[in-house]
């Protein structure tokens, strides 16, 4: 591979981010209707978010409550109709690595489809980092919070787990607060043997999205102590305002091959159960070690998701984007509770994702996850579950109707005001 195949090119995410929208298309994506999606809708279609706990809003799991691109069913409906359902063949796998290709120009990566690979989920990849990279018998670096599994993965593949708090910059007149890594604590660990990191960008749980600088002070730390990155960027269409994703891998040439890049359709179009994520191997040994050792994870990985996520990626940009002015909204209203009655709350503005990190602690709530859920019929993800550094927080996905959200915090509010805690 040369060079140019992993540069950035002077693509801008402007030129193409929601170009559809911007050039008189309109979005195939239905605000209203998903307005006016109901509890009883959302429990009737089934899913693990809105069954699991009976009779609460489901904010825990992260998937969007807004149905499917009609792209995406009509590709599903196509592929039903044709007998499309056995195992993963080769021009499949091709139109996954093109058409994934294809979306990374969104954030001005041109990368060679080549050296993607179909994967069933960006957590495979994972594993696979750990067991072929990583090795039994080594660490990993995860900073902290972070998404619950890089914490309790590592373990099983016999990797020592490292976790590093973040640092939280408090807010001052000219901004809002911001997490930051603990870089003289990363470097420490670096130099004490440790020669793997995740880095989860945009970051599930804290909605961090990377600056260019951060990543390349993390990659010159990393070329100073042989470290590789696994770069989960799951969520990367997800950045707001100003905020940009940067894949790390795109950086340069030593980003390159220092990244394990792993990214999926799957959270952009609310498609996990279709198993089809990608990895992105711009480091021409992890290719090489790759076909060798874990192609038989593409052939775990499912057809009906190659051919979910080909469409979802060639044809879906337009659903996507009101998806995301969706989200958007829904992210103000989050901001503006906690910024109101919420403000005793912890909190720092998200600056991606579709998630957000509220730190109860100042309110003395041990066990502010299992509160919402007895007393406002709430389910949200216990902080705990995201490192040390989660206890008296929680995990809140807000990507749910947006009416819902409002009754969301209303009973949270009401909840935490009868006992006199708001
Ligand atoms: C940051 C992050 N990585 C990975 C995953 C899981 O992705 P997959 O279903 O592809 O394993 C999630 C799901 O919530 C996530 O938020």
Not at 3 to 21: F, I, P, V
Not at 92 to 121: E, L, N
Not at 259 to 285: E, H, R, Y
Request: net charge negative; proline share 5%.
């Amino acid at each position: 591979m040369t060079t140019d195949t992993h540069t950035t090119e002077a693509l801008t995410t402007d030129t193409l981010r929601g170009a559809a929208l911007r050039h008189g298309a309109s979005s195939d994506f239905d605000a209203a209707k998903v307005d006016a999606t109901t509890i009883e809708d959302l429990q009737a279609v089934g899913s693990d978010k809105w069954t699991r706990y009976e009779g609460c809003i489901g904010a825990f799991i992260a998937e969007m409550d807004f149905g499917l691109a009609p792209c995406v069913v009509d590709a599903i409906k196509e592929a039903s109709d044709h007998h499309r359902l056995g195992y993963i063949p080769d021009p499949w796998k091709k139109r996954v690595a093109t058409s994934c290709a294809d979306w990374q120009k969104r954030y001005g990566w041109k990368v060679d489809p080549a050296c993607i690979r179909p994967v069933p989920d960006v957590l495979e990849a994972f594993e696979i980092f750990l067991r072929e990279i990583v090795r039994p018998g080594n660490s990993v670096i995860v900073p902290t919070p972070a998404y619950m599994p890089f914490l309790s993965v590592p373990q099983l593949y016999d990797v020592d787990l490292l976790e590093i708090p973040m640092l939280r910059k408090a807010s001052s007149e000219v901004t809002e607060g911001e997490w930051l890594f603990d870089f003289d604590a990363i470097e420490r660990a670096f130099a004490k043997g440790c020669h793997a990191f995740v880095l989860c960008n945009p970051h599930n749980p804290i909605g961090k999205v990377l600056t260019r600088e951060e990543m390349l002070r993390l990659s010159d730390l990393a070329q100073r102590y042989d470290v590789r990155i696994f770069s989960d960027e799951i969520h990367a269409p997800f950045a707001y305002g100003r905020n940009r994703h940067i894949p790390f891998a795109s950086i340069s040439s030593q980003t390159a091959m220092q990244a394990f890049t792993s990214t999926s359709a799957s959270k952009s179009f609310n498609i996990p159960g279709t198993k089809c994520a990608q990895v992105i191997l711009t480091n021409p040994n992890d290719l090489e070690l790759w076909m060798e050792r874990a192609q038989w994870s593409e052939h775990q990985t499912a057809t009906i998701g190659a051919i979910a996520t080909t469409s979802a990626y060639e044809g879906g940009a337009s659903w996507f984007e009101g998806a995301f002015d969706y989200v958007r909204r829904n992210a103000a209203l989050v901001n503006e509770e906690m910024g109101g009655r919420f403000s005793k709350v912890g909190y720092i503005r998200p600056e991606g994702t579709y998630i957000a990190w509220l730190d109860f602690s100042p309110l003395h709530l041990d066990d502010p996850a299992d509160y919402f859920l007895k007393k406002a019929n709430v389910a949200l993800t216990d902080g705990r579950e995201c490192g040390a550094v989660g206890a008296g927080c929680v995990r809140m996905n807000f990507a749910m109707p947006h009416p819902l959200l409002e009754e969301c915090f209303d009973r949270m509010f009401t909840a935490l005001h009868v006992d006199g805690l708001l």
